[in-house]
């Protein structure tokens, strides 16, 4: 430790006036914004104050209902499944095979791609009428699907490029394993435990930490989609794929309702705290943090 | 502990009497969903790569991605763009933006990171907090009023809104990052070149710094792939066609008109991700390093 | 305490009245020391006594919450490290892991601004002093731990500081090793004529390379002095304890009525008079102080107390018999005695212990020394200083 402050201060400053000028500010103007009736293309002083005028607007509002659904959808959906298969494939890999390295590049490499305009451009093509996926089930004899035309099949497709993206995950859920000690899995071993057994009373207990870290992380991205919808479905058909972010762009850049837009972005991050405060709070019940191995701190 | 001898480090706990023969149906097995979920994952890509040397007509005719008559057709014309500009035009801009955005990212996140970790700054634990506070933050909701905030200050259409926010260490999981690496550095070591003379900014660049480059490498990568995918901030900055990116100029060219040239829309989606790929292969080691440490030990 | 601290010159180390608190937690208390140009002084104590502070404030690492230090008669108390004349080795060493040997040794001097011929010189020198010259293009994770201590060692001597300052240097290695290394520092010593303070919590290497040691307890001086003179003269419990291993056996008795020049102290059923000019009156509780090289065993009722024999350790060289010492029926002690070569005794065995009492240390109630043995020349203080390993 330094004793001197000034210098510690001067070092963070940047932080702090970016936290002020980038996050507190624009957080606090949001919330303002919702409580008025601002058009984009105006001046701002034209804004006017009109209260919860937009959140009334906002809870009567079919295409935000639905929005909010399908937006639900896609977190409920996407999320377990991706850290479920991410552990899956972390603890087939946690095997010691040769080419672990390799299969562990092999499915990281999406994730990075993933988000990418590049990739999503590749999925449009591949759930296009003639795109590859129909083609794939032609050859197989099955009958090719609409999938970015009909309702039910396009959130399909956006589901699928984020599952395709378990790569980030699954690397973190591999280091949490490799860090188990071997010893407490002999332990069990001479204790008679199944495989299975093993998995639920040693590795699941010793990797809630992590599982709670990948489950957070996982649910506030999953909830700021915008790429997929955007570039892939485009939202429809008929809103099936309308998440919330892609909602808010639109407001704000398609229809100049700035103070609705803010209005539904203040929910979306209420929606999002209020995940993340109940996955915190419930977290004193199932997660388990361990001490270091052999120290006491 | 014999028992741990005899059987193998490898193994984890094999029941059932025939332990060598379970274990040989545990590798098959597990070879085989490595390999299967491998090449579903990997296809995808390896098509579009395939694809992209493929005359337009082909790719709709056959799923397979070896190209029956390869050609360089797509990334010719997909070069050109159907835009007044080339290809090149977009990928320059893209690493005009970039290349800035990494610089500043990595100095402000070592200079605050340093704050942080070594110095008792009053309201420490506060700003620390609300440090990782923004890491689980709903970006959406600050959208509207940093768009509104650049518009005044006439930033709109520049390349500016894209870098400057990271020159002030907004990108809280780098700065935890950075912290976590430093704290694992000796206090002797730097308490050594306060003795040798050095102020807390020489130790910073003559000792951390040097001690800790693989995290800084670490988060120099990250923040060059995340940009790259970067396409909500510069569709709402930019409006000159000029200036955009590559991820704006690939959703431009599936835009253009319904029968797209596919095969040059994927050549050039695959020149977008070369670079990721060719710096992820030649930097692996620090990828994975840099977000384990970031979360498991988090 | 003292009204100004003597100047000692070049070299001279002076605390007055130093003290450190943390919050509410007082490290050290009312430290007053001077040490001489060109002594070995070295700090020693339990775990956690605030030695390491001391040396820490010393350097100037820490800030005292009260009190002066001064350093080769200059006041350094507010000076930053680096202009107090001194240089440190850390205990884990602290090396540059990503500069070579000859980088790390430079560091200082090209950080304070030296031509880069005057840092090449004195490098050469340092490494030559430190048989370094072989090693000098090498990283630290190239070098063994020994070598790593040089290098330290080095680095602080390019520095041509006037005080060196040790940190527990030899904890890190192995026992080997540790004993070549202390010949080393001894030897580094006899050669550049420096002043050192050396903090350790080992007593043999208080006692061996020391030329004045400082004992510290909870933050407080308990004895300054030569190694022998604490050895044979220990101020207290603490420091008569503290010194010497196996640790001297202690008996808690009585004093009673007191002969001209002597005091008498019965334990258990025994009284053993201590040749003594004066002391408490007789009534009070006292402790008698035998060291462990000072015992005889002698027949059962041949000696000054008797007792049962747990256990022996033969080293060869020496045995160690240790015998719990009765008083009647009643456990009086448990003792440890240290004979030449191989004692003739056995577990369960009931023997005499006899010793002479000329040679007993006597602490008062408050664990004070009465007084002192009257000095030994020759045979009779075959002072251990090495402790069993």
């Keep these: 430790m330094y004793a001197n402050r000034a210098a510690g201060t001067a070092y963070v400053l940047p932080f702090i006036f970016g936290l002020a000028a980038f996050t507190l500010f624009p957080f606090v103007a949001s919330l303002l914004l919702s409580f008025s009736d601002y058009q984009l293309q105006d001046p701002v002083s034209t804004a006017s104050f009109v209260g919860v005028e937009n959140y009334g607007a906002m809870f009567a509002d079919r295409t935000f209902q639905k929005s909010l659904g399908v937006t639900f959808l896609y977190v409920f959906v996407t999320v377990p499944l991706k850290l479920a298969f991410a552990l899956f494939i972390a603890w087939v890999l946690n095997f010691r095979l040769r080419g672990i390295g390799f299969f562990r590049t092999a499915y990281y490499l999406p994730s990075i791609l993933g988000g990418s305009v590049a990739i999503a451009v590749v999925w449009r093509y591949v759930f296009a009428g003639d795109g590859l996926l129909n083609q794939a089930f032609e050859v197989f004899g099955a009958a090719p699907a609409n999938w970015l035309g009909e309702p039910g099949y396009a959130m399909f497709s956006i589901v699928l490029l984020r599952l395709w993206q378990f790569g980030s995950a699954m690397v973190i859920f591999l280091a949490g394993l490799q860090a188990i000690p071997e010893d407490l899995y002999e332990a069990a071993r001479l204790d008679g435990a199944s495989p299975w057994r093993m998995f639920t009373s040693v590795t699941l207990p010793l990797l809630t930490p992590i599982i709670f870290f990948n489950f957070i992380m996982q649910v506030v991205q999953a909830f700021q989609e915008f790429n997929g919808p955007y570039i892939i479905t485009g939202g429809g058909p008929l809103k099936s794929t309308y998440l919330l972010p892609l909602m808010i762009y639109e407001e704000t850049f398609k229809y100049f309702n700035v103070g609705y837009a803010s209005a539904l972005s203040w929910f979306l991050f209420v929606i999002v705290a209020l995940f993340t405060a109940v996955a915190f709070w419930s977290s004193r019940y199932w997660v388990f943090y361990a001490q270091e191995r052999g120290e006491g701190k | ?298 | 305490m003292p009204p100004t601290v003597p100047d000692a010159g070049r070299g001279g180390l002076g605390l007055q009245g130093i003290a450190k608190r943390f919050g509410p937690t007082t490290v050290v208390e009312g430290v007053d020391l001077t040490v001489a140009p060109g002594e070995f002084a070295v700090i020693v104590g339990p775990s956690g006594c605030g030695k390491s502070t001391l040396l820490r404030l010393v350097a100037g690492l820490e800030a005292p919450s009260a009190g002066r230090i001064v350093i080769g008669g200059r006041d350094v108390t507010g000076v930053p490290p680096a202009k107090r004349g001194m240089a440190m080795v850390f205990q884990s060493y602290a090396l540059y892991p990503h500069m070579s040997v000859a980088q790390n040794m430079g560091f200082g001097l090209k950080i304070q601004g030296l031509p880069k011929a005057e840092i090449a010189t004195r490098v050469a020198r340092a490494a030559r002093i430190l048989q370094l010259e072989t090693l000098l293009e090498r990283k630290p994770r190239a070098l063994s731990g020994g070598q790593r201590q040089r290098v330290a060692i080095g680095r602080a001597i390019v520095r041509d500081p006037e005080i060196f300052l040790f940190d527990e240097p030899l904890s890190n290695l192995d026992a080997a090793l540790r004993g070549q290394m202390r010949v080393e520092i001894a030897r580094l010593h006899a050669e550049l004529g420096a002043t050192m303070i050396y903090v350790t919590h080992d007593q043999v290497e208080a006692m061996t390379l020391a030329t004045t040691i400082v004992v510290l307890n909870a933050g407080r001086v308990e004895q300054v002095g030569a190694p022998l003179a604490l050895y044979q003269r220990p101020a207290n419990l603490f420091v008569a304890g503290f010194l010497g291993a196996p640790r001297m056996n202690f008996l808690p008795g009585r004093l009673t009525s007191q002969p001209a020049g002597t005091l008498s102290i019965t334990v258990g059923a025994a009284t053993v008079r201590v040749p003594r000019a004066e002391g408490p009156r007789a009534g009070t509780s006292a402790t008698l102080g035998v060291r462990p090289e000072h015992f005889a065993l002698v027949e059962p009722d041949g000696g000054v107390l008797r007792g049962t024999v747990t256990l022996v350790e033969r080293l060869g060289s020496e045995s160690l018999v240790y015998v719990r010492a009765q008083d009647g029926v009643a456990e009086l002690a448990s003792l440890t005695l240290r004979l030449e070569g191989d004692a003739r005794a056995a577990r369960g065995d009931m023997v005499g212990l006899a010793f002479d009492p000329a040679r007993c240390h006597l602490f008062g109630e408050d664990g004070v020394a009465v007084g002192h043995p009257p000095s030994q020349e020759g045979s009779s203080a075959r002072a251990s200083v090495r402790g069993v390993v």
């Design chain 2, 1 to 298: 502990m014999n028992v741990a001898v005899l059987a193998s480090r490898a193994t984890p706990p094999a029941t059932g009497t025939t332990g060598e023969g379970r274990r040989t149906l545990q590798l098959v097995l597990r070879y085989g969903v490595l390999i299967g979920v491998g090449l579903l994952m990997l296809y995808p890509l390896l098509w579009m790569v395939g694809a992209a040397f493929k005359p337009n007509r082909e790719i709709f005719d056959s799923i397979g991605f070896w190209p029956q008559s390869p050609t360089l057709e797509g990334f010719v014309e997909g070069w050109r763009t159907g835009t007044e500009h080339t290809f090149g035009t977009y990928l320059l801009n893209t690493f005009e933006i970039i290349v800035p955005k990494v610089i500043v990212t990595v100095i402000s996140s070592v200079v605050v990171a340093f704050g942080f970790a070594r110095f008792r700054v009053p309201g420490r634990r506060v700003l620390f907090a609300l440090l990782i506070a923004t890491v689980l933050l709903p970006k959406s909701v600050l959208l509207i009023p940093q768009y509104l905030m650049f518009r005044e200050l006439g930033w709109l259409d520049t390349f500016l809104p894209l870098y400057v926010p990271a020159a002030f260490a907004t990108e809280g999981f780098f700065v935890f990052m950075i912290v976590q690496f430093m704290r694992s550095v000796p206090l002797e070591m730097e308490e050594a070149a306060v003795i040798d003379g050095c102020n807390s900014l020489q130790v910073l660049l003559y000792v951390v710094v040097p001690v800790i480059m693989p995290a800084i490498i670490s988060v120099a990568l990250f923040q060059f792939m995340w940009s790259m995918n970067d396409f909500l901030q510069p569709l709402i900055y930019l409006s000159s066609v000029e200036k955009y990116p590559v991820s704006l100029a690939l959703k431009l060219a599936i835009d253009v008109t319904e029968a797209t040239s596919w095969n040059q829309v994927l050549a050039m989606s695959t020149i977008a991700v070369l670079p990721s790929i060719v710096l992820f292969y030649a930097a692996q080691k620090y990828f994975v390093e840099g977000i384990t440490v970031g979360s498991v030990k988090g």
